[in-house]
Each structure stands twice: as C-alpha cells, then as structure tokens.
C-alpha cells in the first residue's frame, strides 16, 4: 500500500508570492491534516480535513489555508510568502477525524525556502 | 490543556547501550500517546502506540513504552542501541474533541549512537 506522497519535496519561492502544496493520503485515508516544522517552534498543527470540510484549525494566520478533494487529497496554499514561512510541511493521513486512537502516517514533507 | 514534554534535547548512548527518551505528557483526559522517529530529509514513521490496552507497548524495530498514569510518563527505551536508531525522536499527544482532533508533540530529542 502506497504512503502518504507529498508534491513538490522542495520549493524555493521569494517573499510576497504564493505556493501550493499537494498530499494524496493513504488509500481509504479520509482525514488529512497539515503541520508545520521548524527548528524554533517544532511541530505546529495547521489544519485538518475531512470529507472536504475543515474540522480543525491551529493558531496560524489567514494566509495558510487549505482544501481537500472528493478523493481526499488535499491542498494547502500559502499567500503573501514571508521568510518565517520557510519550514518543513508534512501532511499526514489516518483513517477517520477526530483524532483519538487514530495514528496518523505522515508523507516525507515539502520543504520550502523563501529567499 | 494538553501538552508534551521531552527531557533532553539530545541523548547519546554507545552502541549496545540501552536507549531511555523520556516523555512527560499532560493531560484532562485519559491520553493517547505515540512516539514518532524522524530520520534526516524524511517524514515521520509511527513506532508504537498507548491506547489504554495495555501499558507496557511494544513497537517497531526494538522499541517499546511504559505507560505510567501515576507519573504522568511514557518513555520510550530499548535495550541495546544500533547505529541506524541514530535519529530525532518525537513524543505526541492526541488532542480531540468532538469529531476532530490534532497531535500536540513534544520538542523532540536527537539520539546519537556512538560507535
């Protein structure tokens, strides 16, 4: 069974553009949710989707926002790039929301550099 | 609120040494805790699991956690280290509520594994 993918695996993007990133969960995964890496903050939840709808939001600004598709892939863009921004992005997938007992699997993330 | 935390931010043991990470969590709520291994320019990989089944859990590649309630733990060890366990380690908590939830990590400890 495939993993979590994550497109692009690196993107170089200069401040004030914007970017979208792209994770297809695990086959029959219908929840995803995004987090981001840093050295300074470590792993921050951003969102979670399921069934196309956003069911969970971290404390991050308006510029992250995201969608997931009918087949439960997902999308996350970022407008107005700042240097802050630049940071590991993983996405990961589990078979229901809600959390729980529900591990989540994780795709080798995306990682942006904003020059 | 619930939260993580992991003692130390880097662990170095010898190979053969037995590996302790510790993890601290916080919690309202009977928890659900994973610990996650991330290798350099990768995702994260699930090692084990606490679900309340039972408290002692075993993973993956050698690993294993106590689950003890009444000191609010749940270390990961294993009993002889091998240079490919040389990576970051990563304590979470499930937080839900409702039909949603998120995974609150601790800051991660870096294992080096010393010949």
């Known amino acids: 069974k495939a993993g979590v993918t994550q497109t692009p695996r690196y993107l170089i993007k200069t401040r004030g553009q914007q970017v979208t990133l792209s994770c297809s969960p695990i086959?029959?995964?219908?929840?995803v949710s995004w987090y981001q890496q840093t050295p300074g903050q470590g792993l921050q939840f951003l969102f979670e989707?399921?069934?196309?709808?956003?069911?969970n939001k971290g404390n991050f600004p308006g510029r992250f926002s995201g969608r997931q598709f009918s087949n439960s892939r997902s999308e996350m863009n970022v407008s107005t790039l700042e240097l802050g921004d630049s940071a590991l992005y993983l996405c990961?997938?589990?078979?229901?929301?809600?959390?729980?007992?529900?591990?989540?699997?994780f795709g080798d993330g995306t990682r942006l550099s904003i020059l | 609120a619930q939260s993580v935390t992991q003692l130390g931010s880097h662990v170095s043991v010898s190979e053969g040494a037995l590996v302790l990470l510790r993890c601290n969590y916080s919690?309202?709520?009977?928890?659900?805790l994973f610990w996650y291994v991330q290798y350099p320019n990768q995702g994260l990989q699930l090692l084990l699991k606490?679900?309340?089944?039972?408290?002692l859990v075993k993973g993956i590649n050698g690993f294993e956690a106590e689950f003890k309630k009444s000191e609010t733990s749940f270390h990961l060890t294993k009993p002889s280290a091998h240079m490919s366990d040389a990576a970051e380690y990563f304590c979470?908590?499930?937080?839900?509520?409702?039909?949603?939830?998120?995974?609150?990590f601790g800051q991660g400890t870096t294992l080096q594994v010393k010949p």
């Open positions: 606490y679900t309340s089944a039972a408290t």
């Open positions: 990961a997938s589990s078979l229901e929301a809600g959390g729980g007992n529900q591990p989540q699997h």
């Open positions: 919690s309202s709520v009977p928890p659900y």
């Open positions: 979470a908590v499930s937080v839900y509520s409702g039909n949603t939830g998120k995974l609150i």
């Open positions: 086959s029959g995964h219908r929840s």
């Open positions: 989707y399921f069934s196309e709808t956003q069911r």
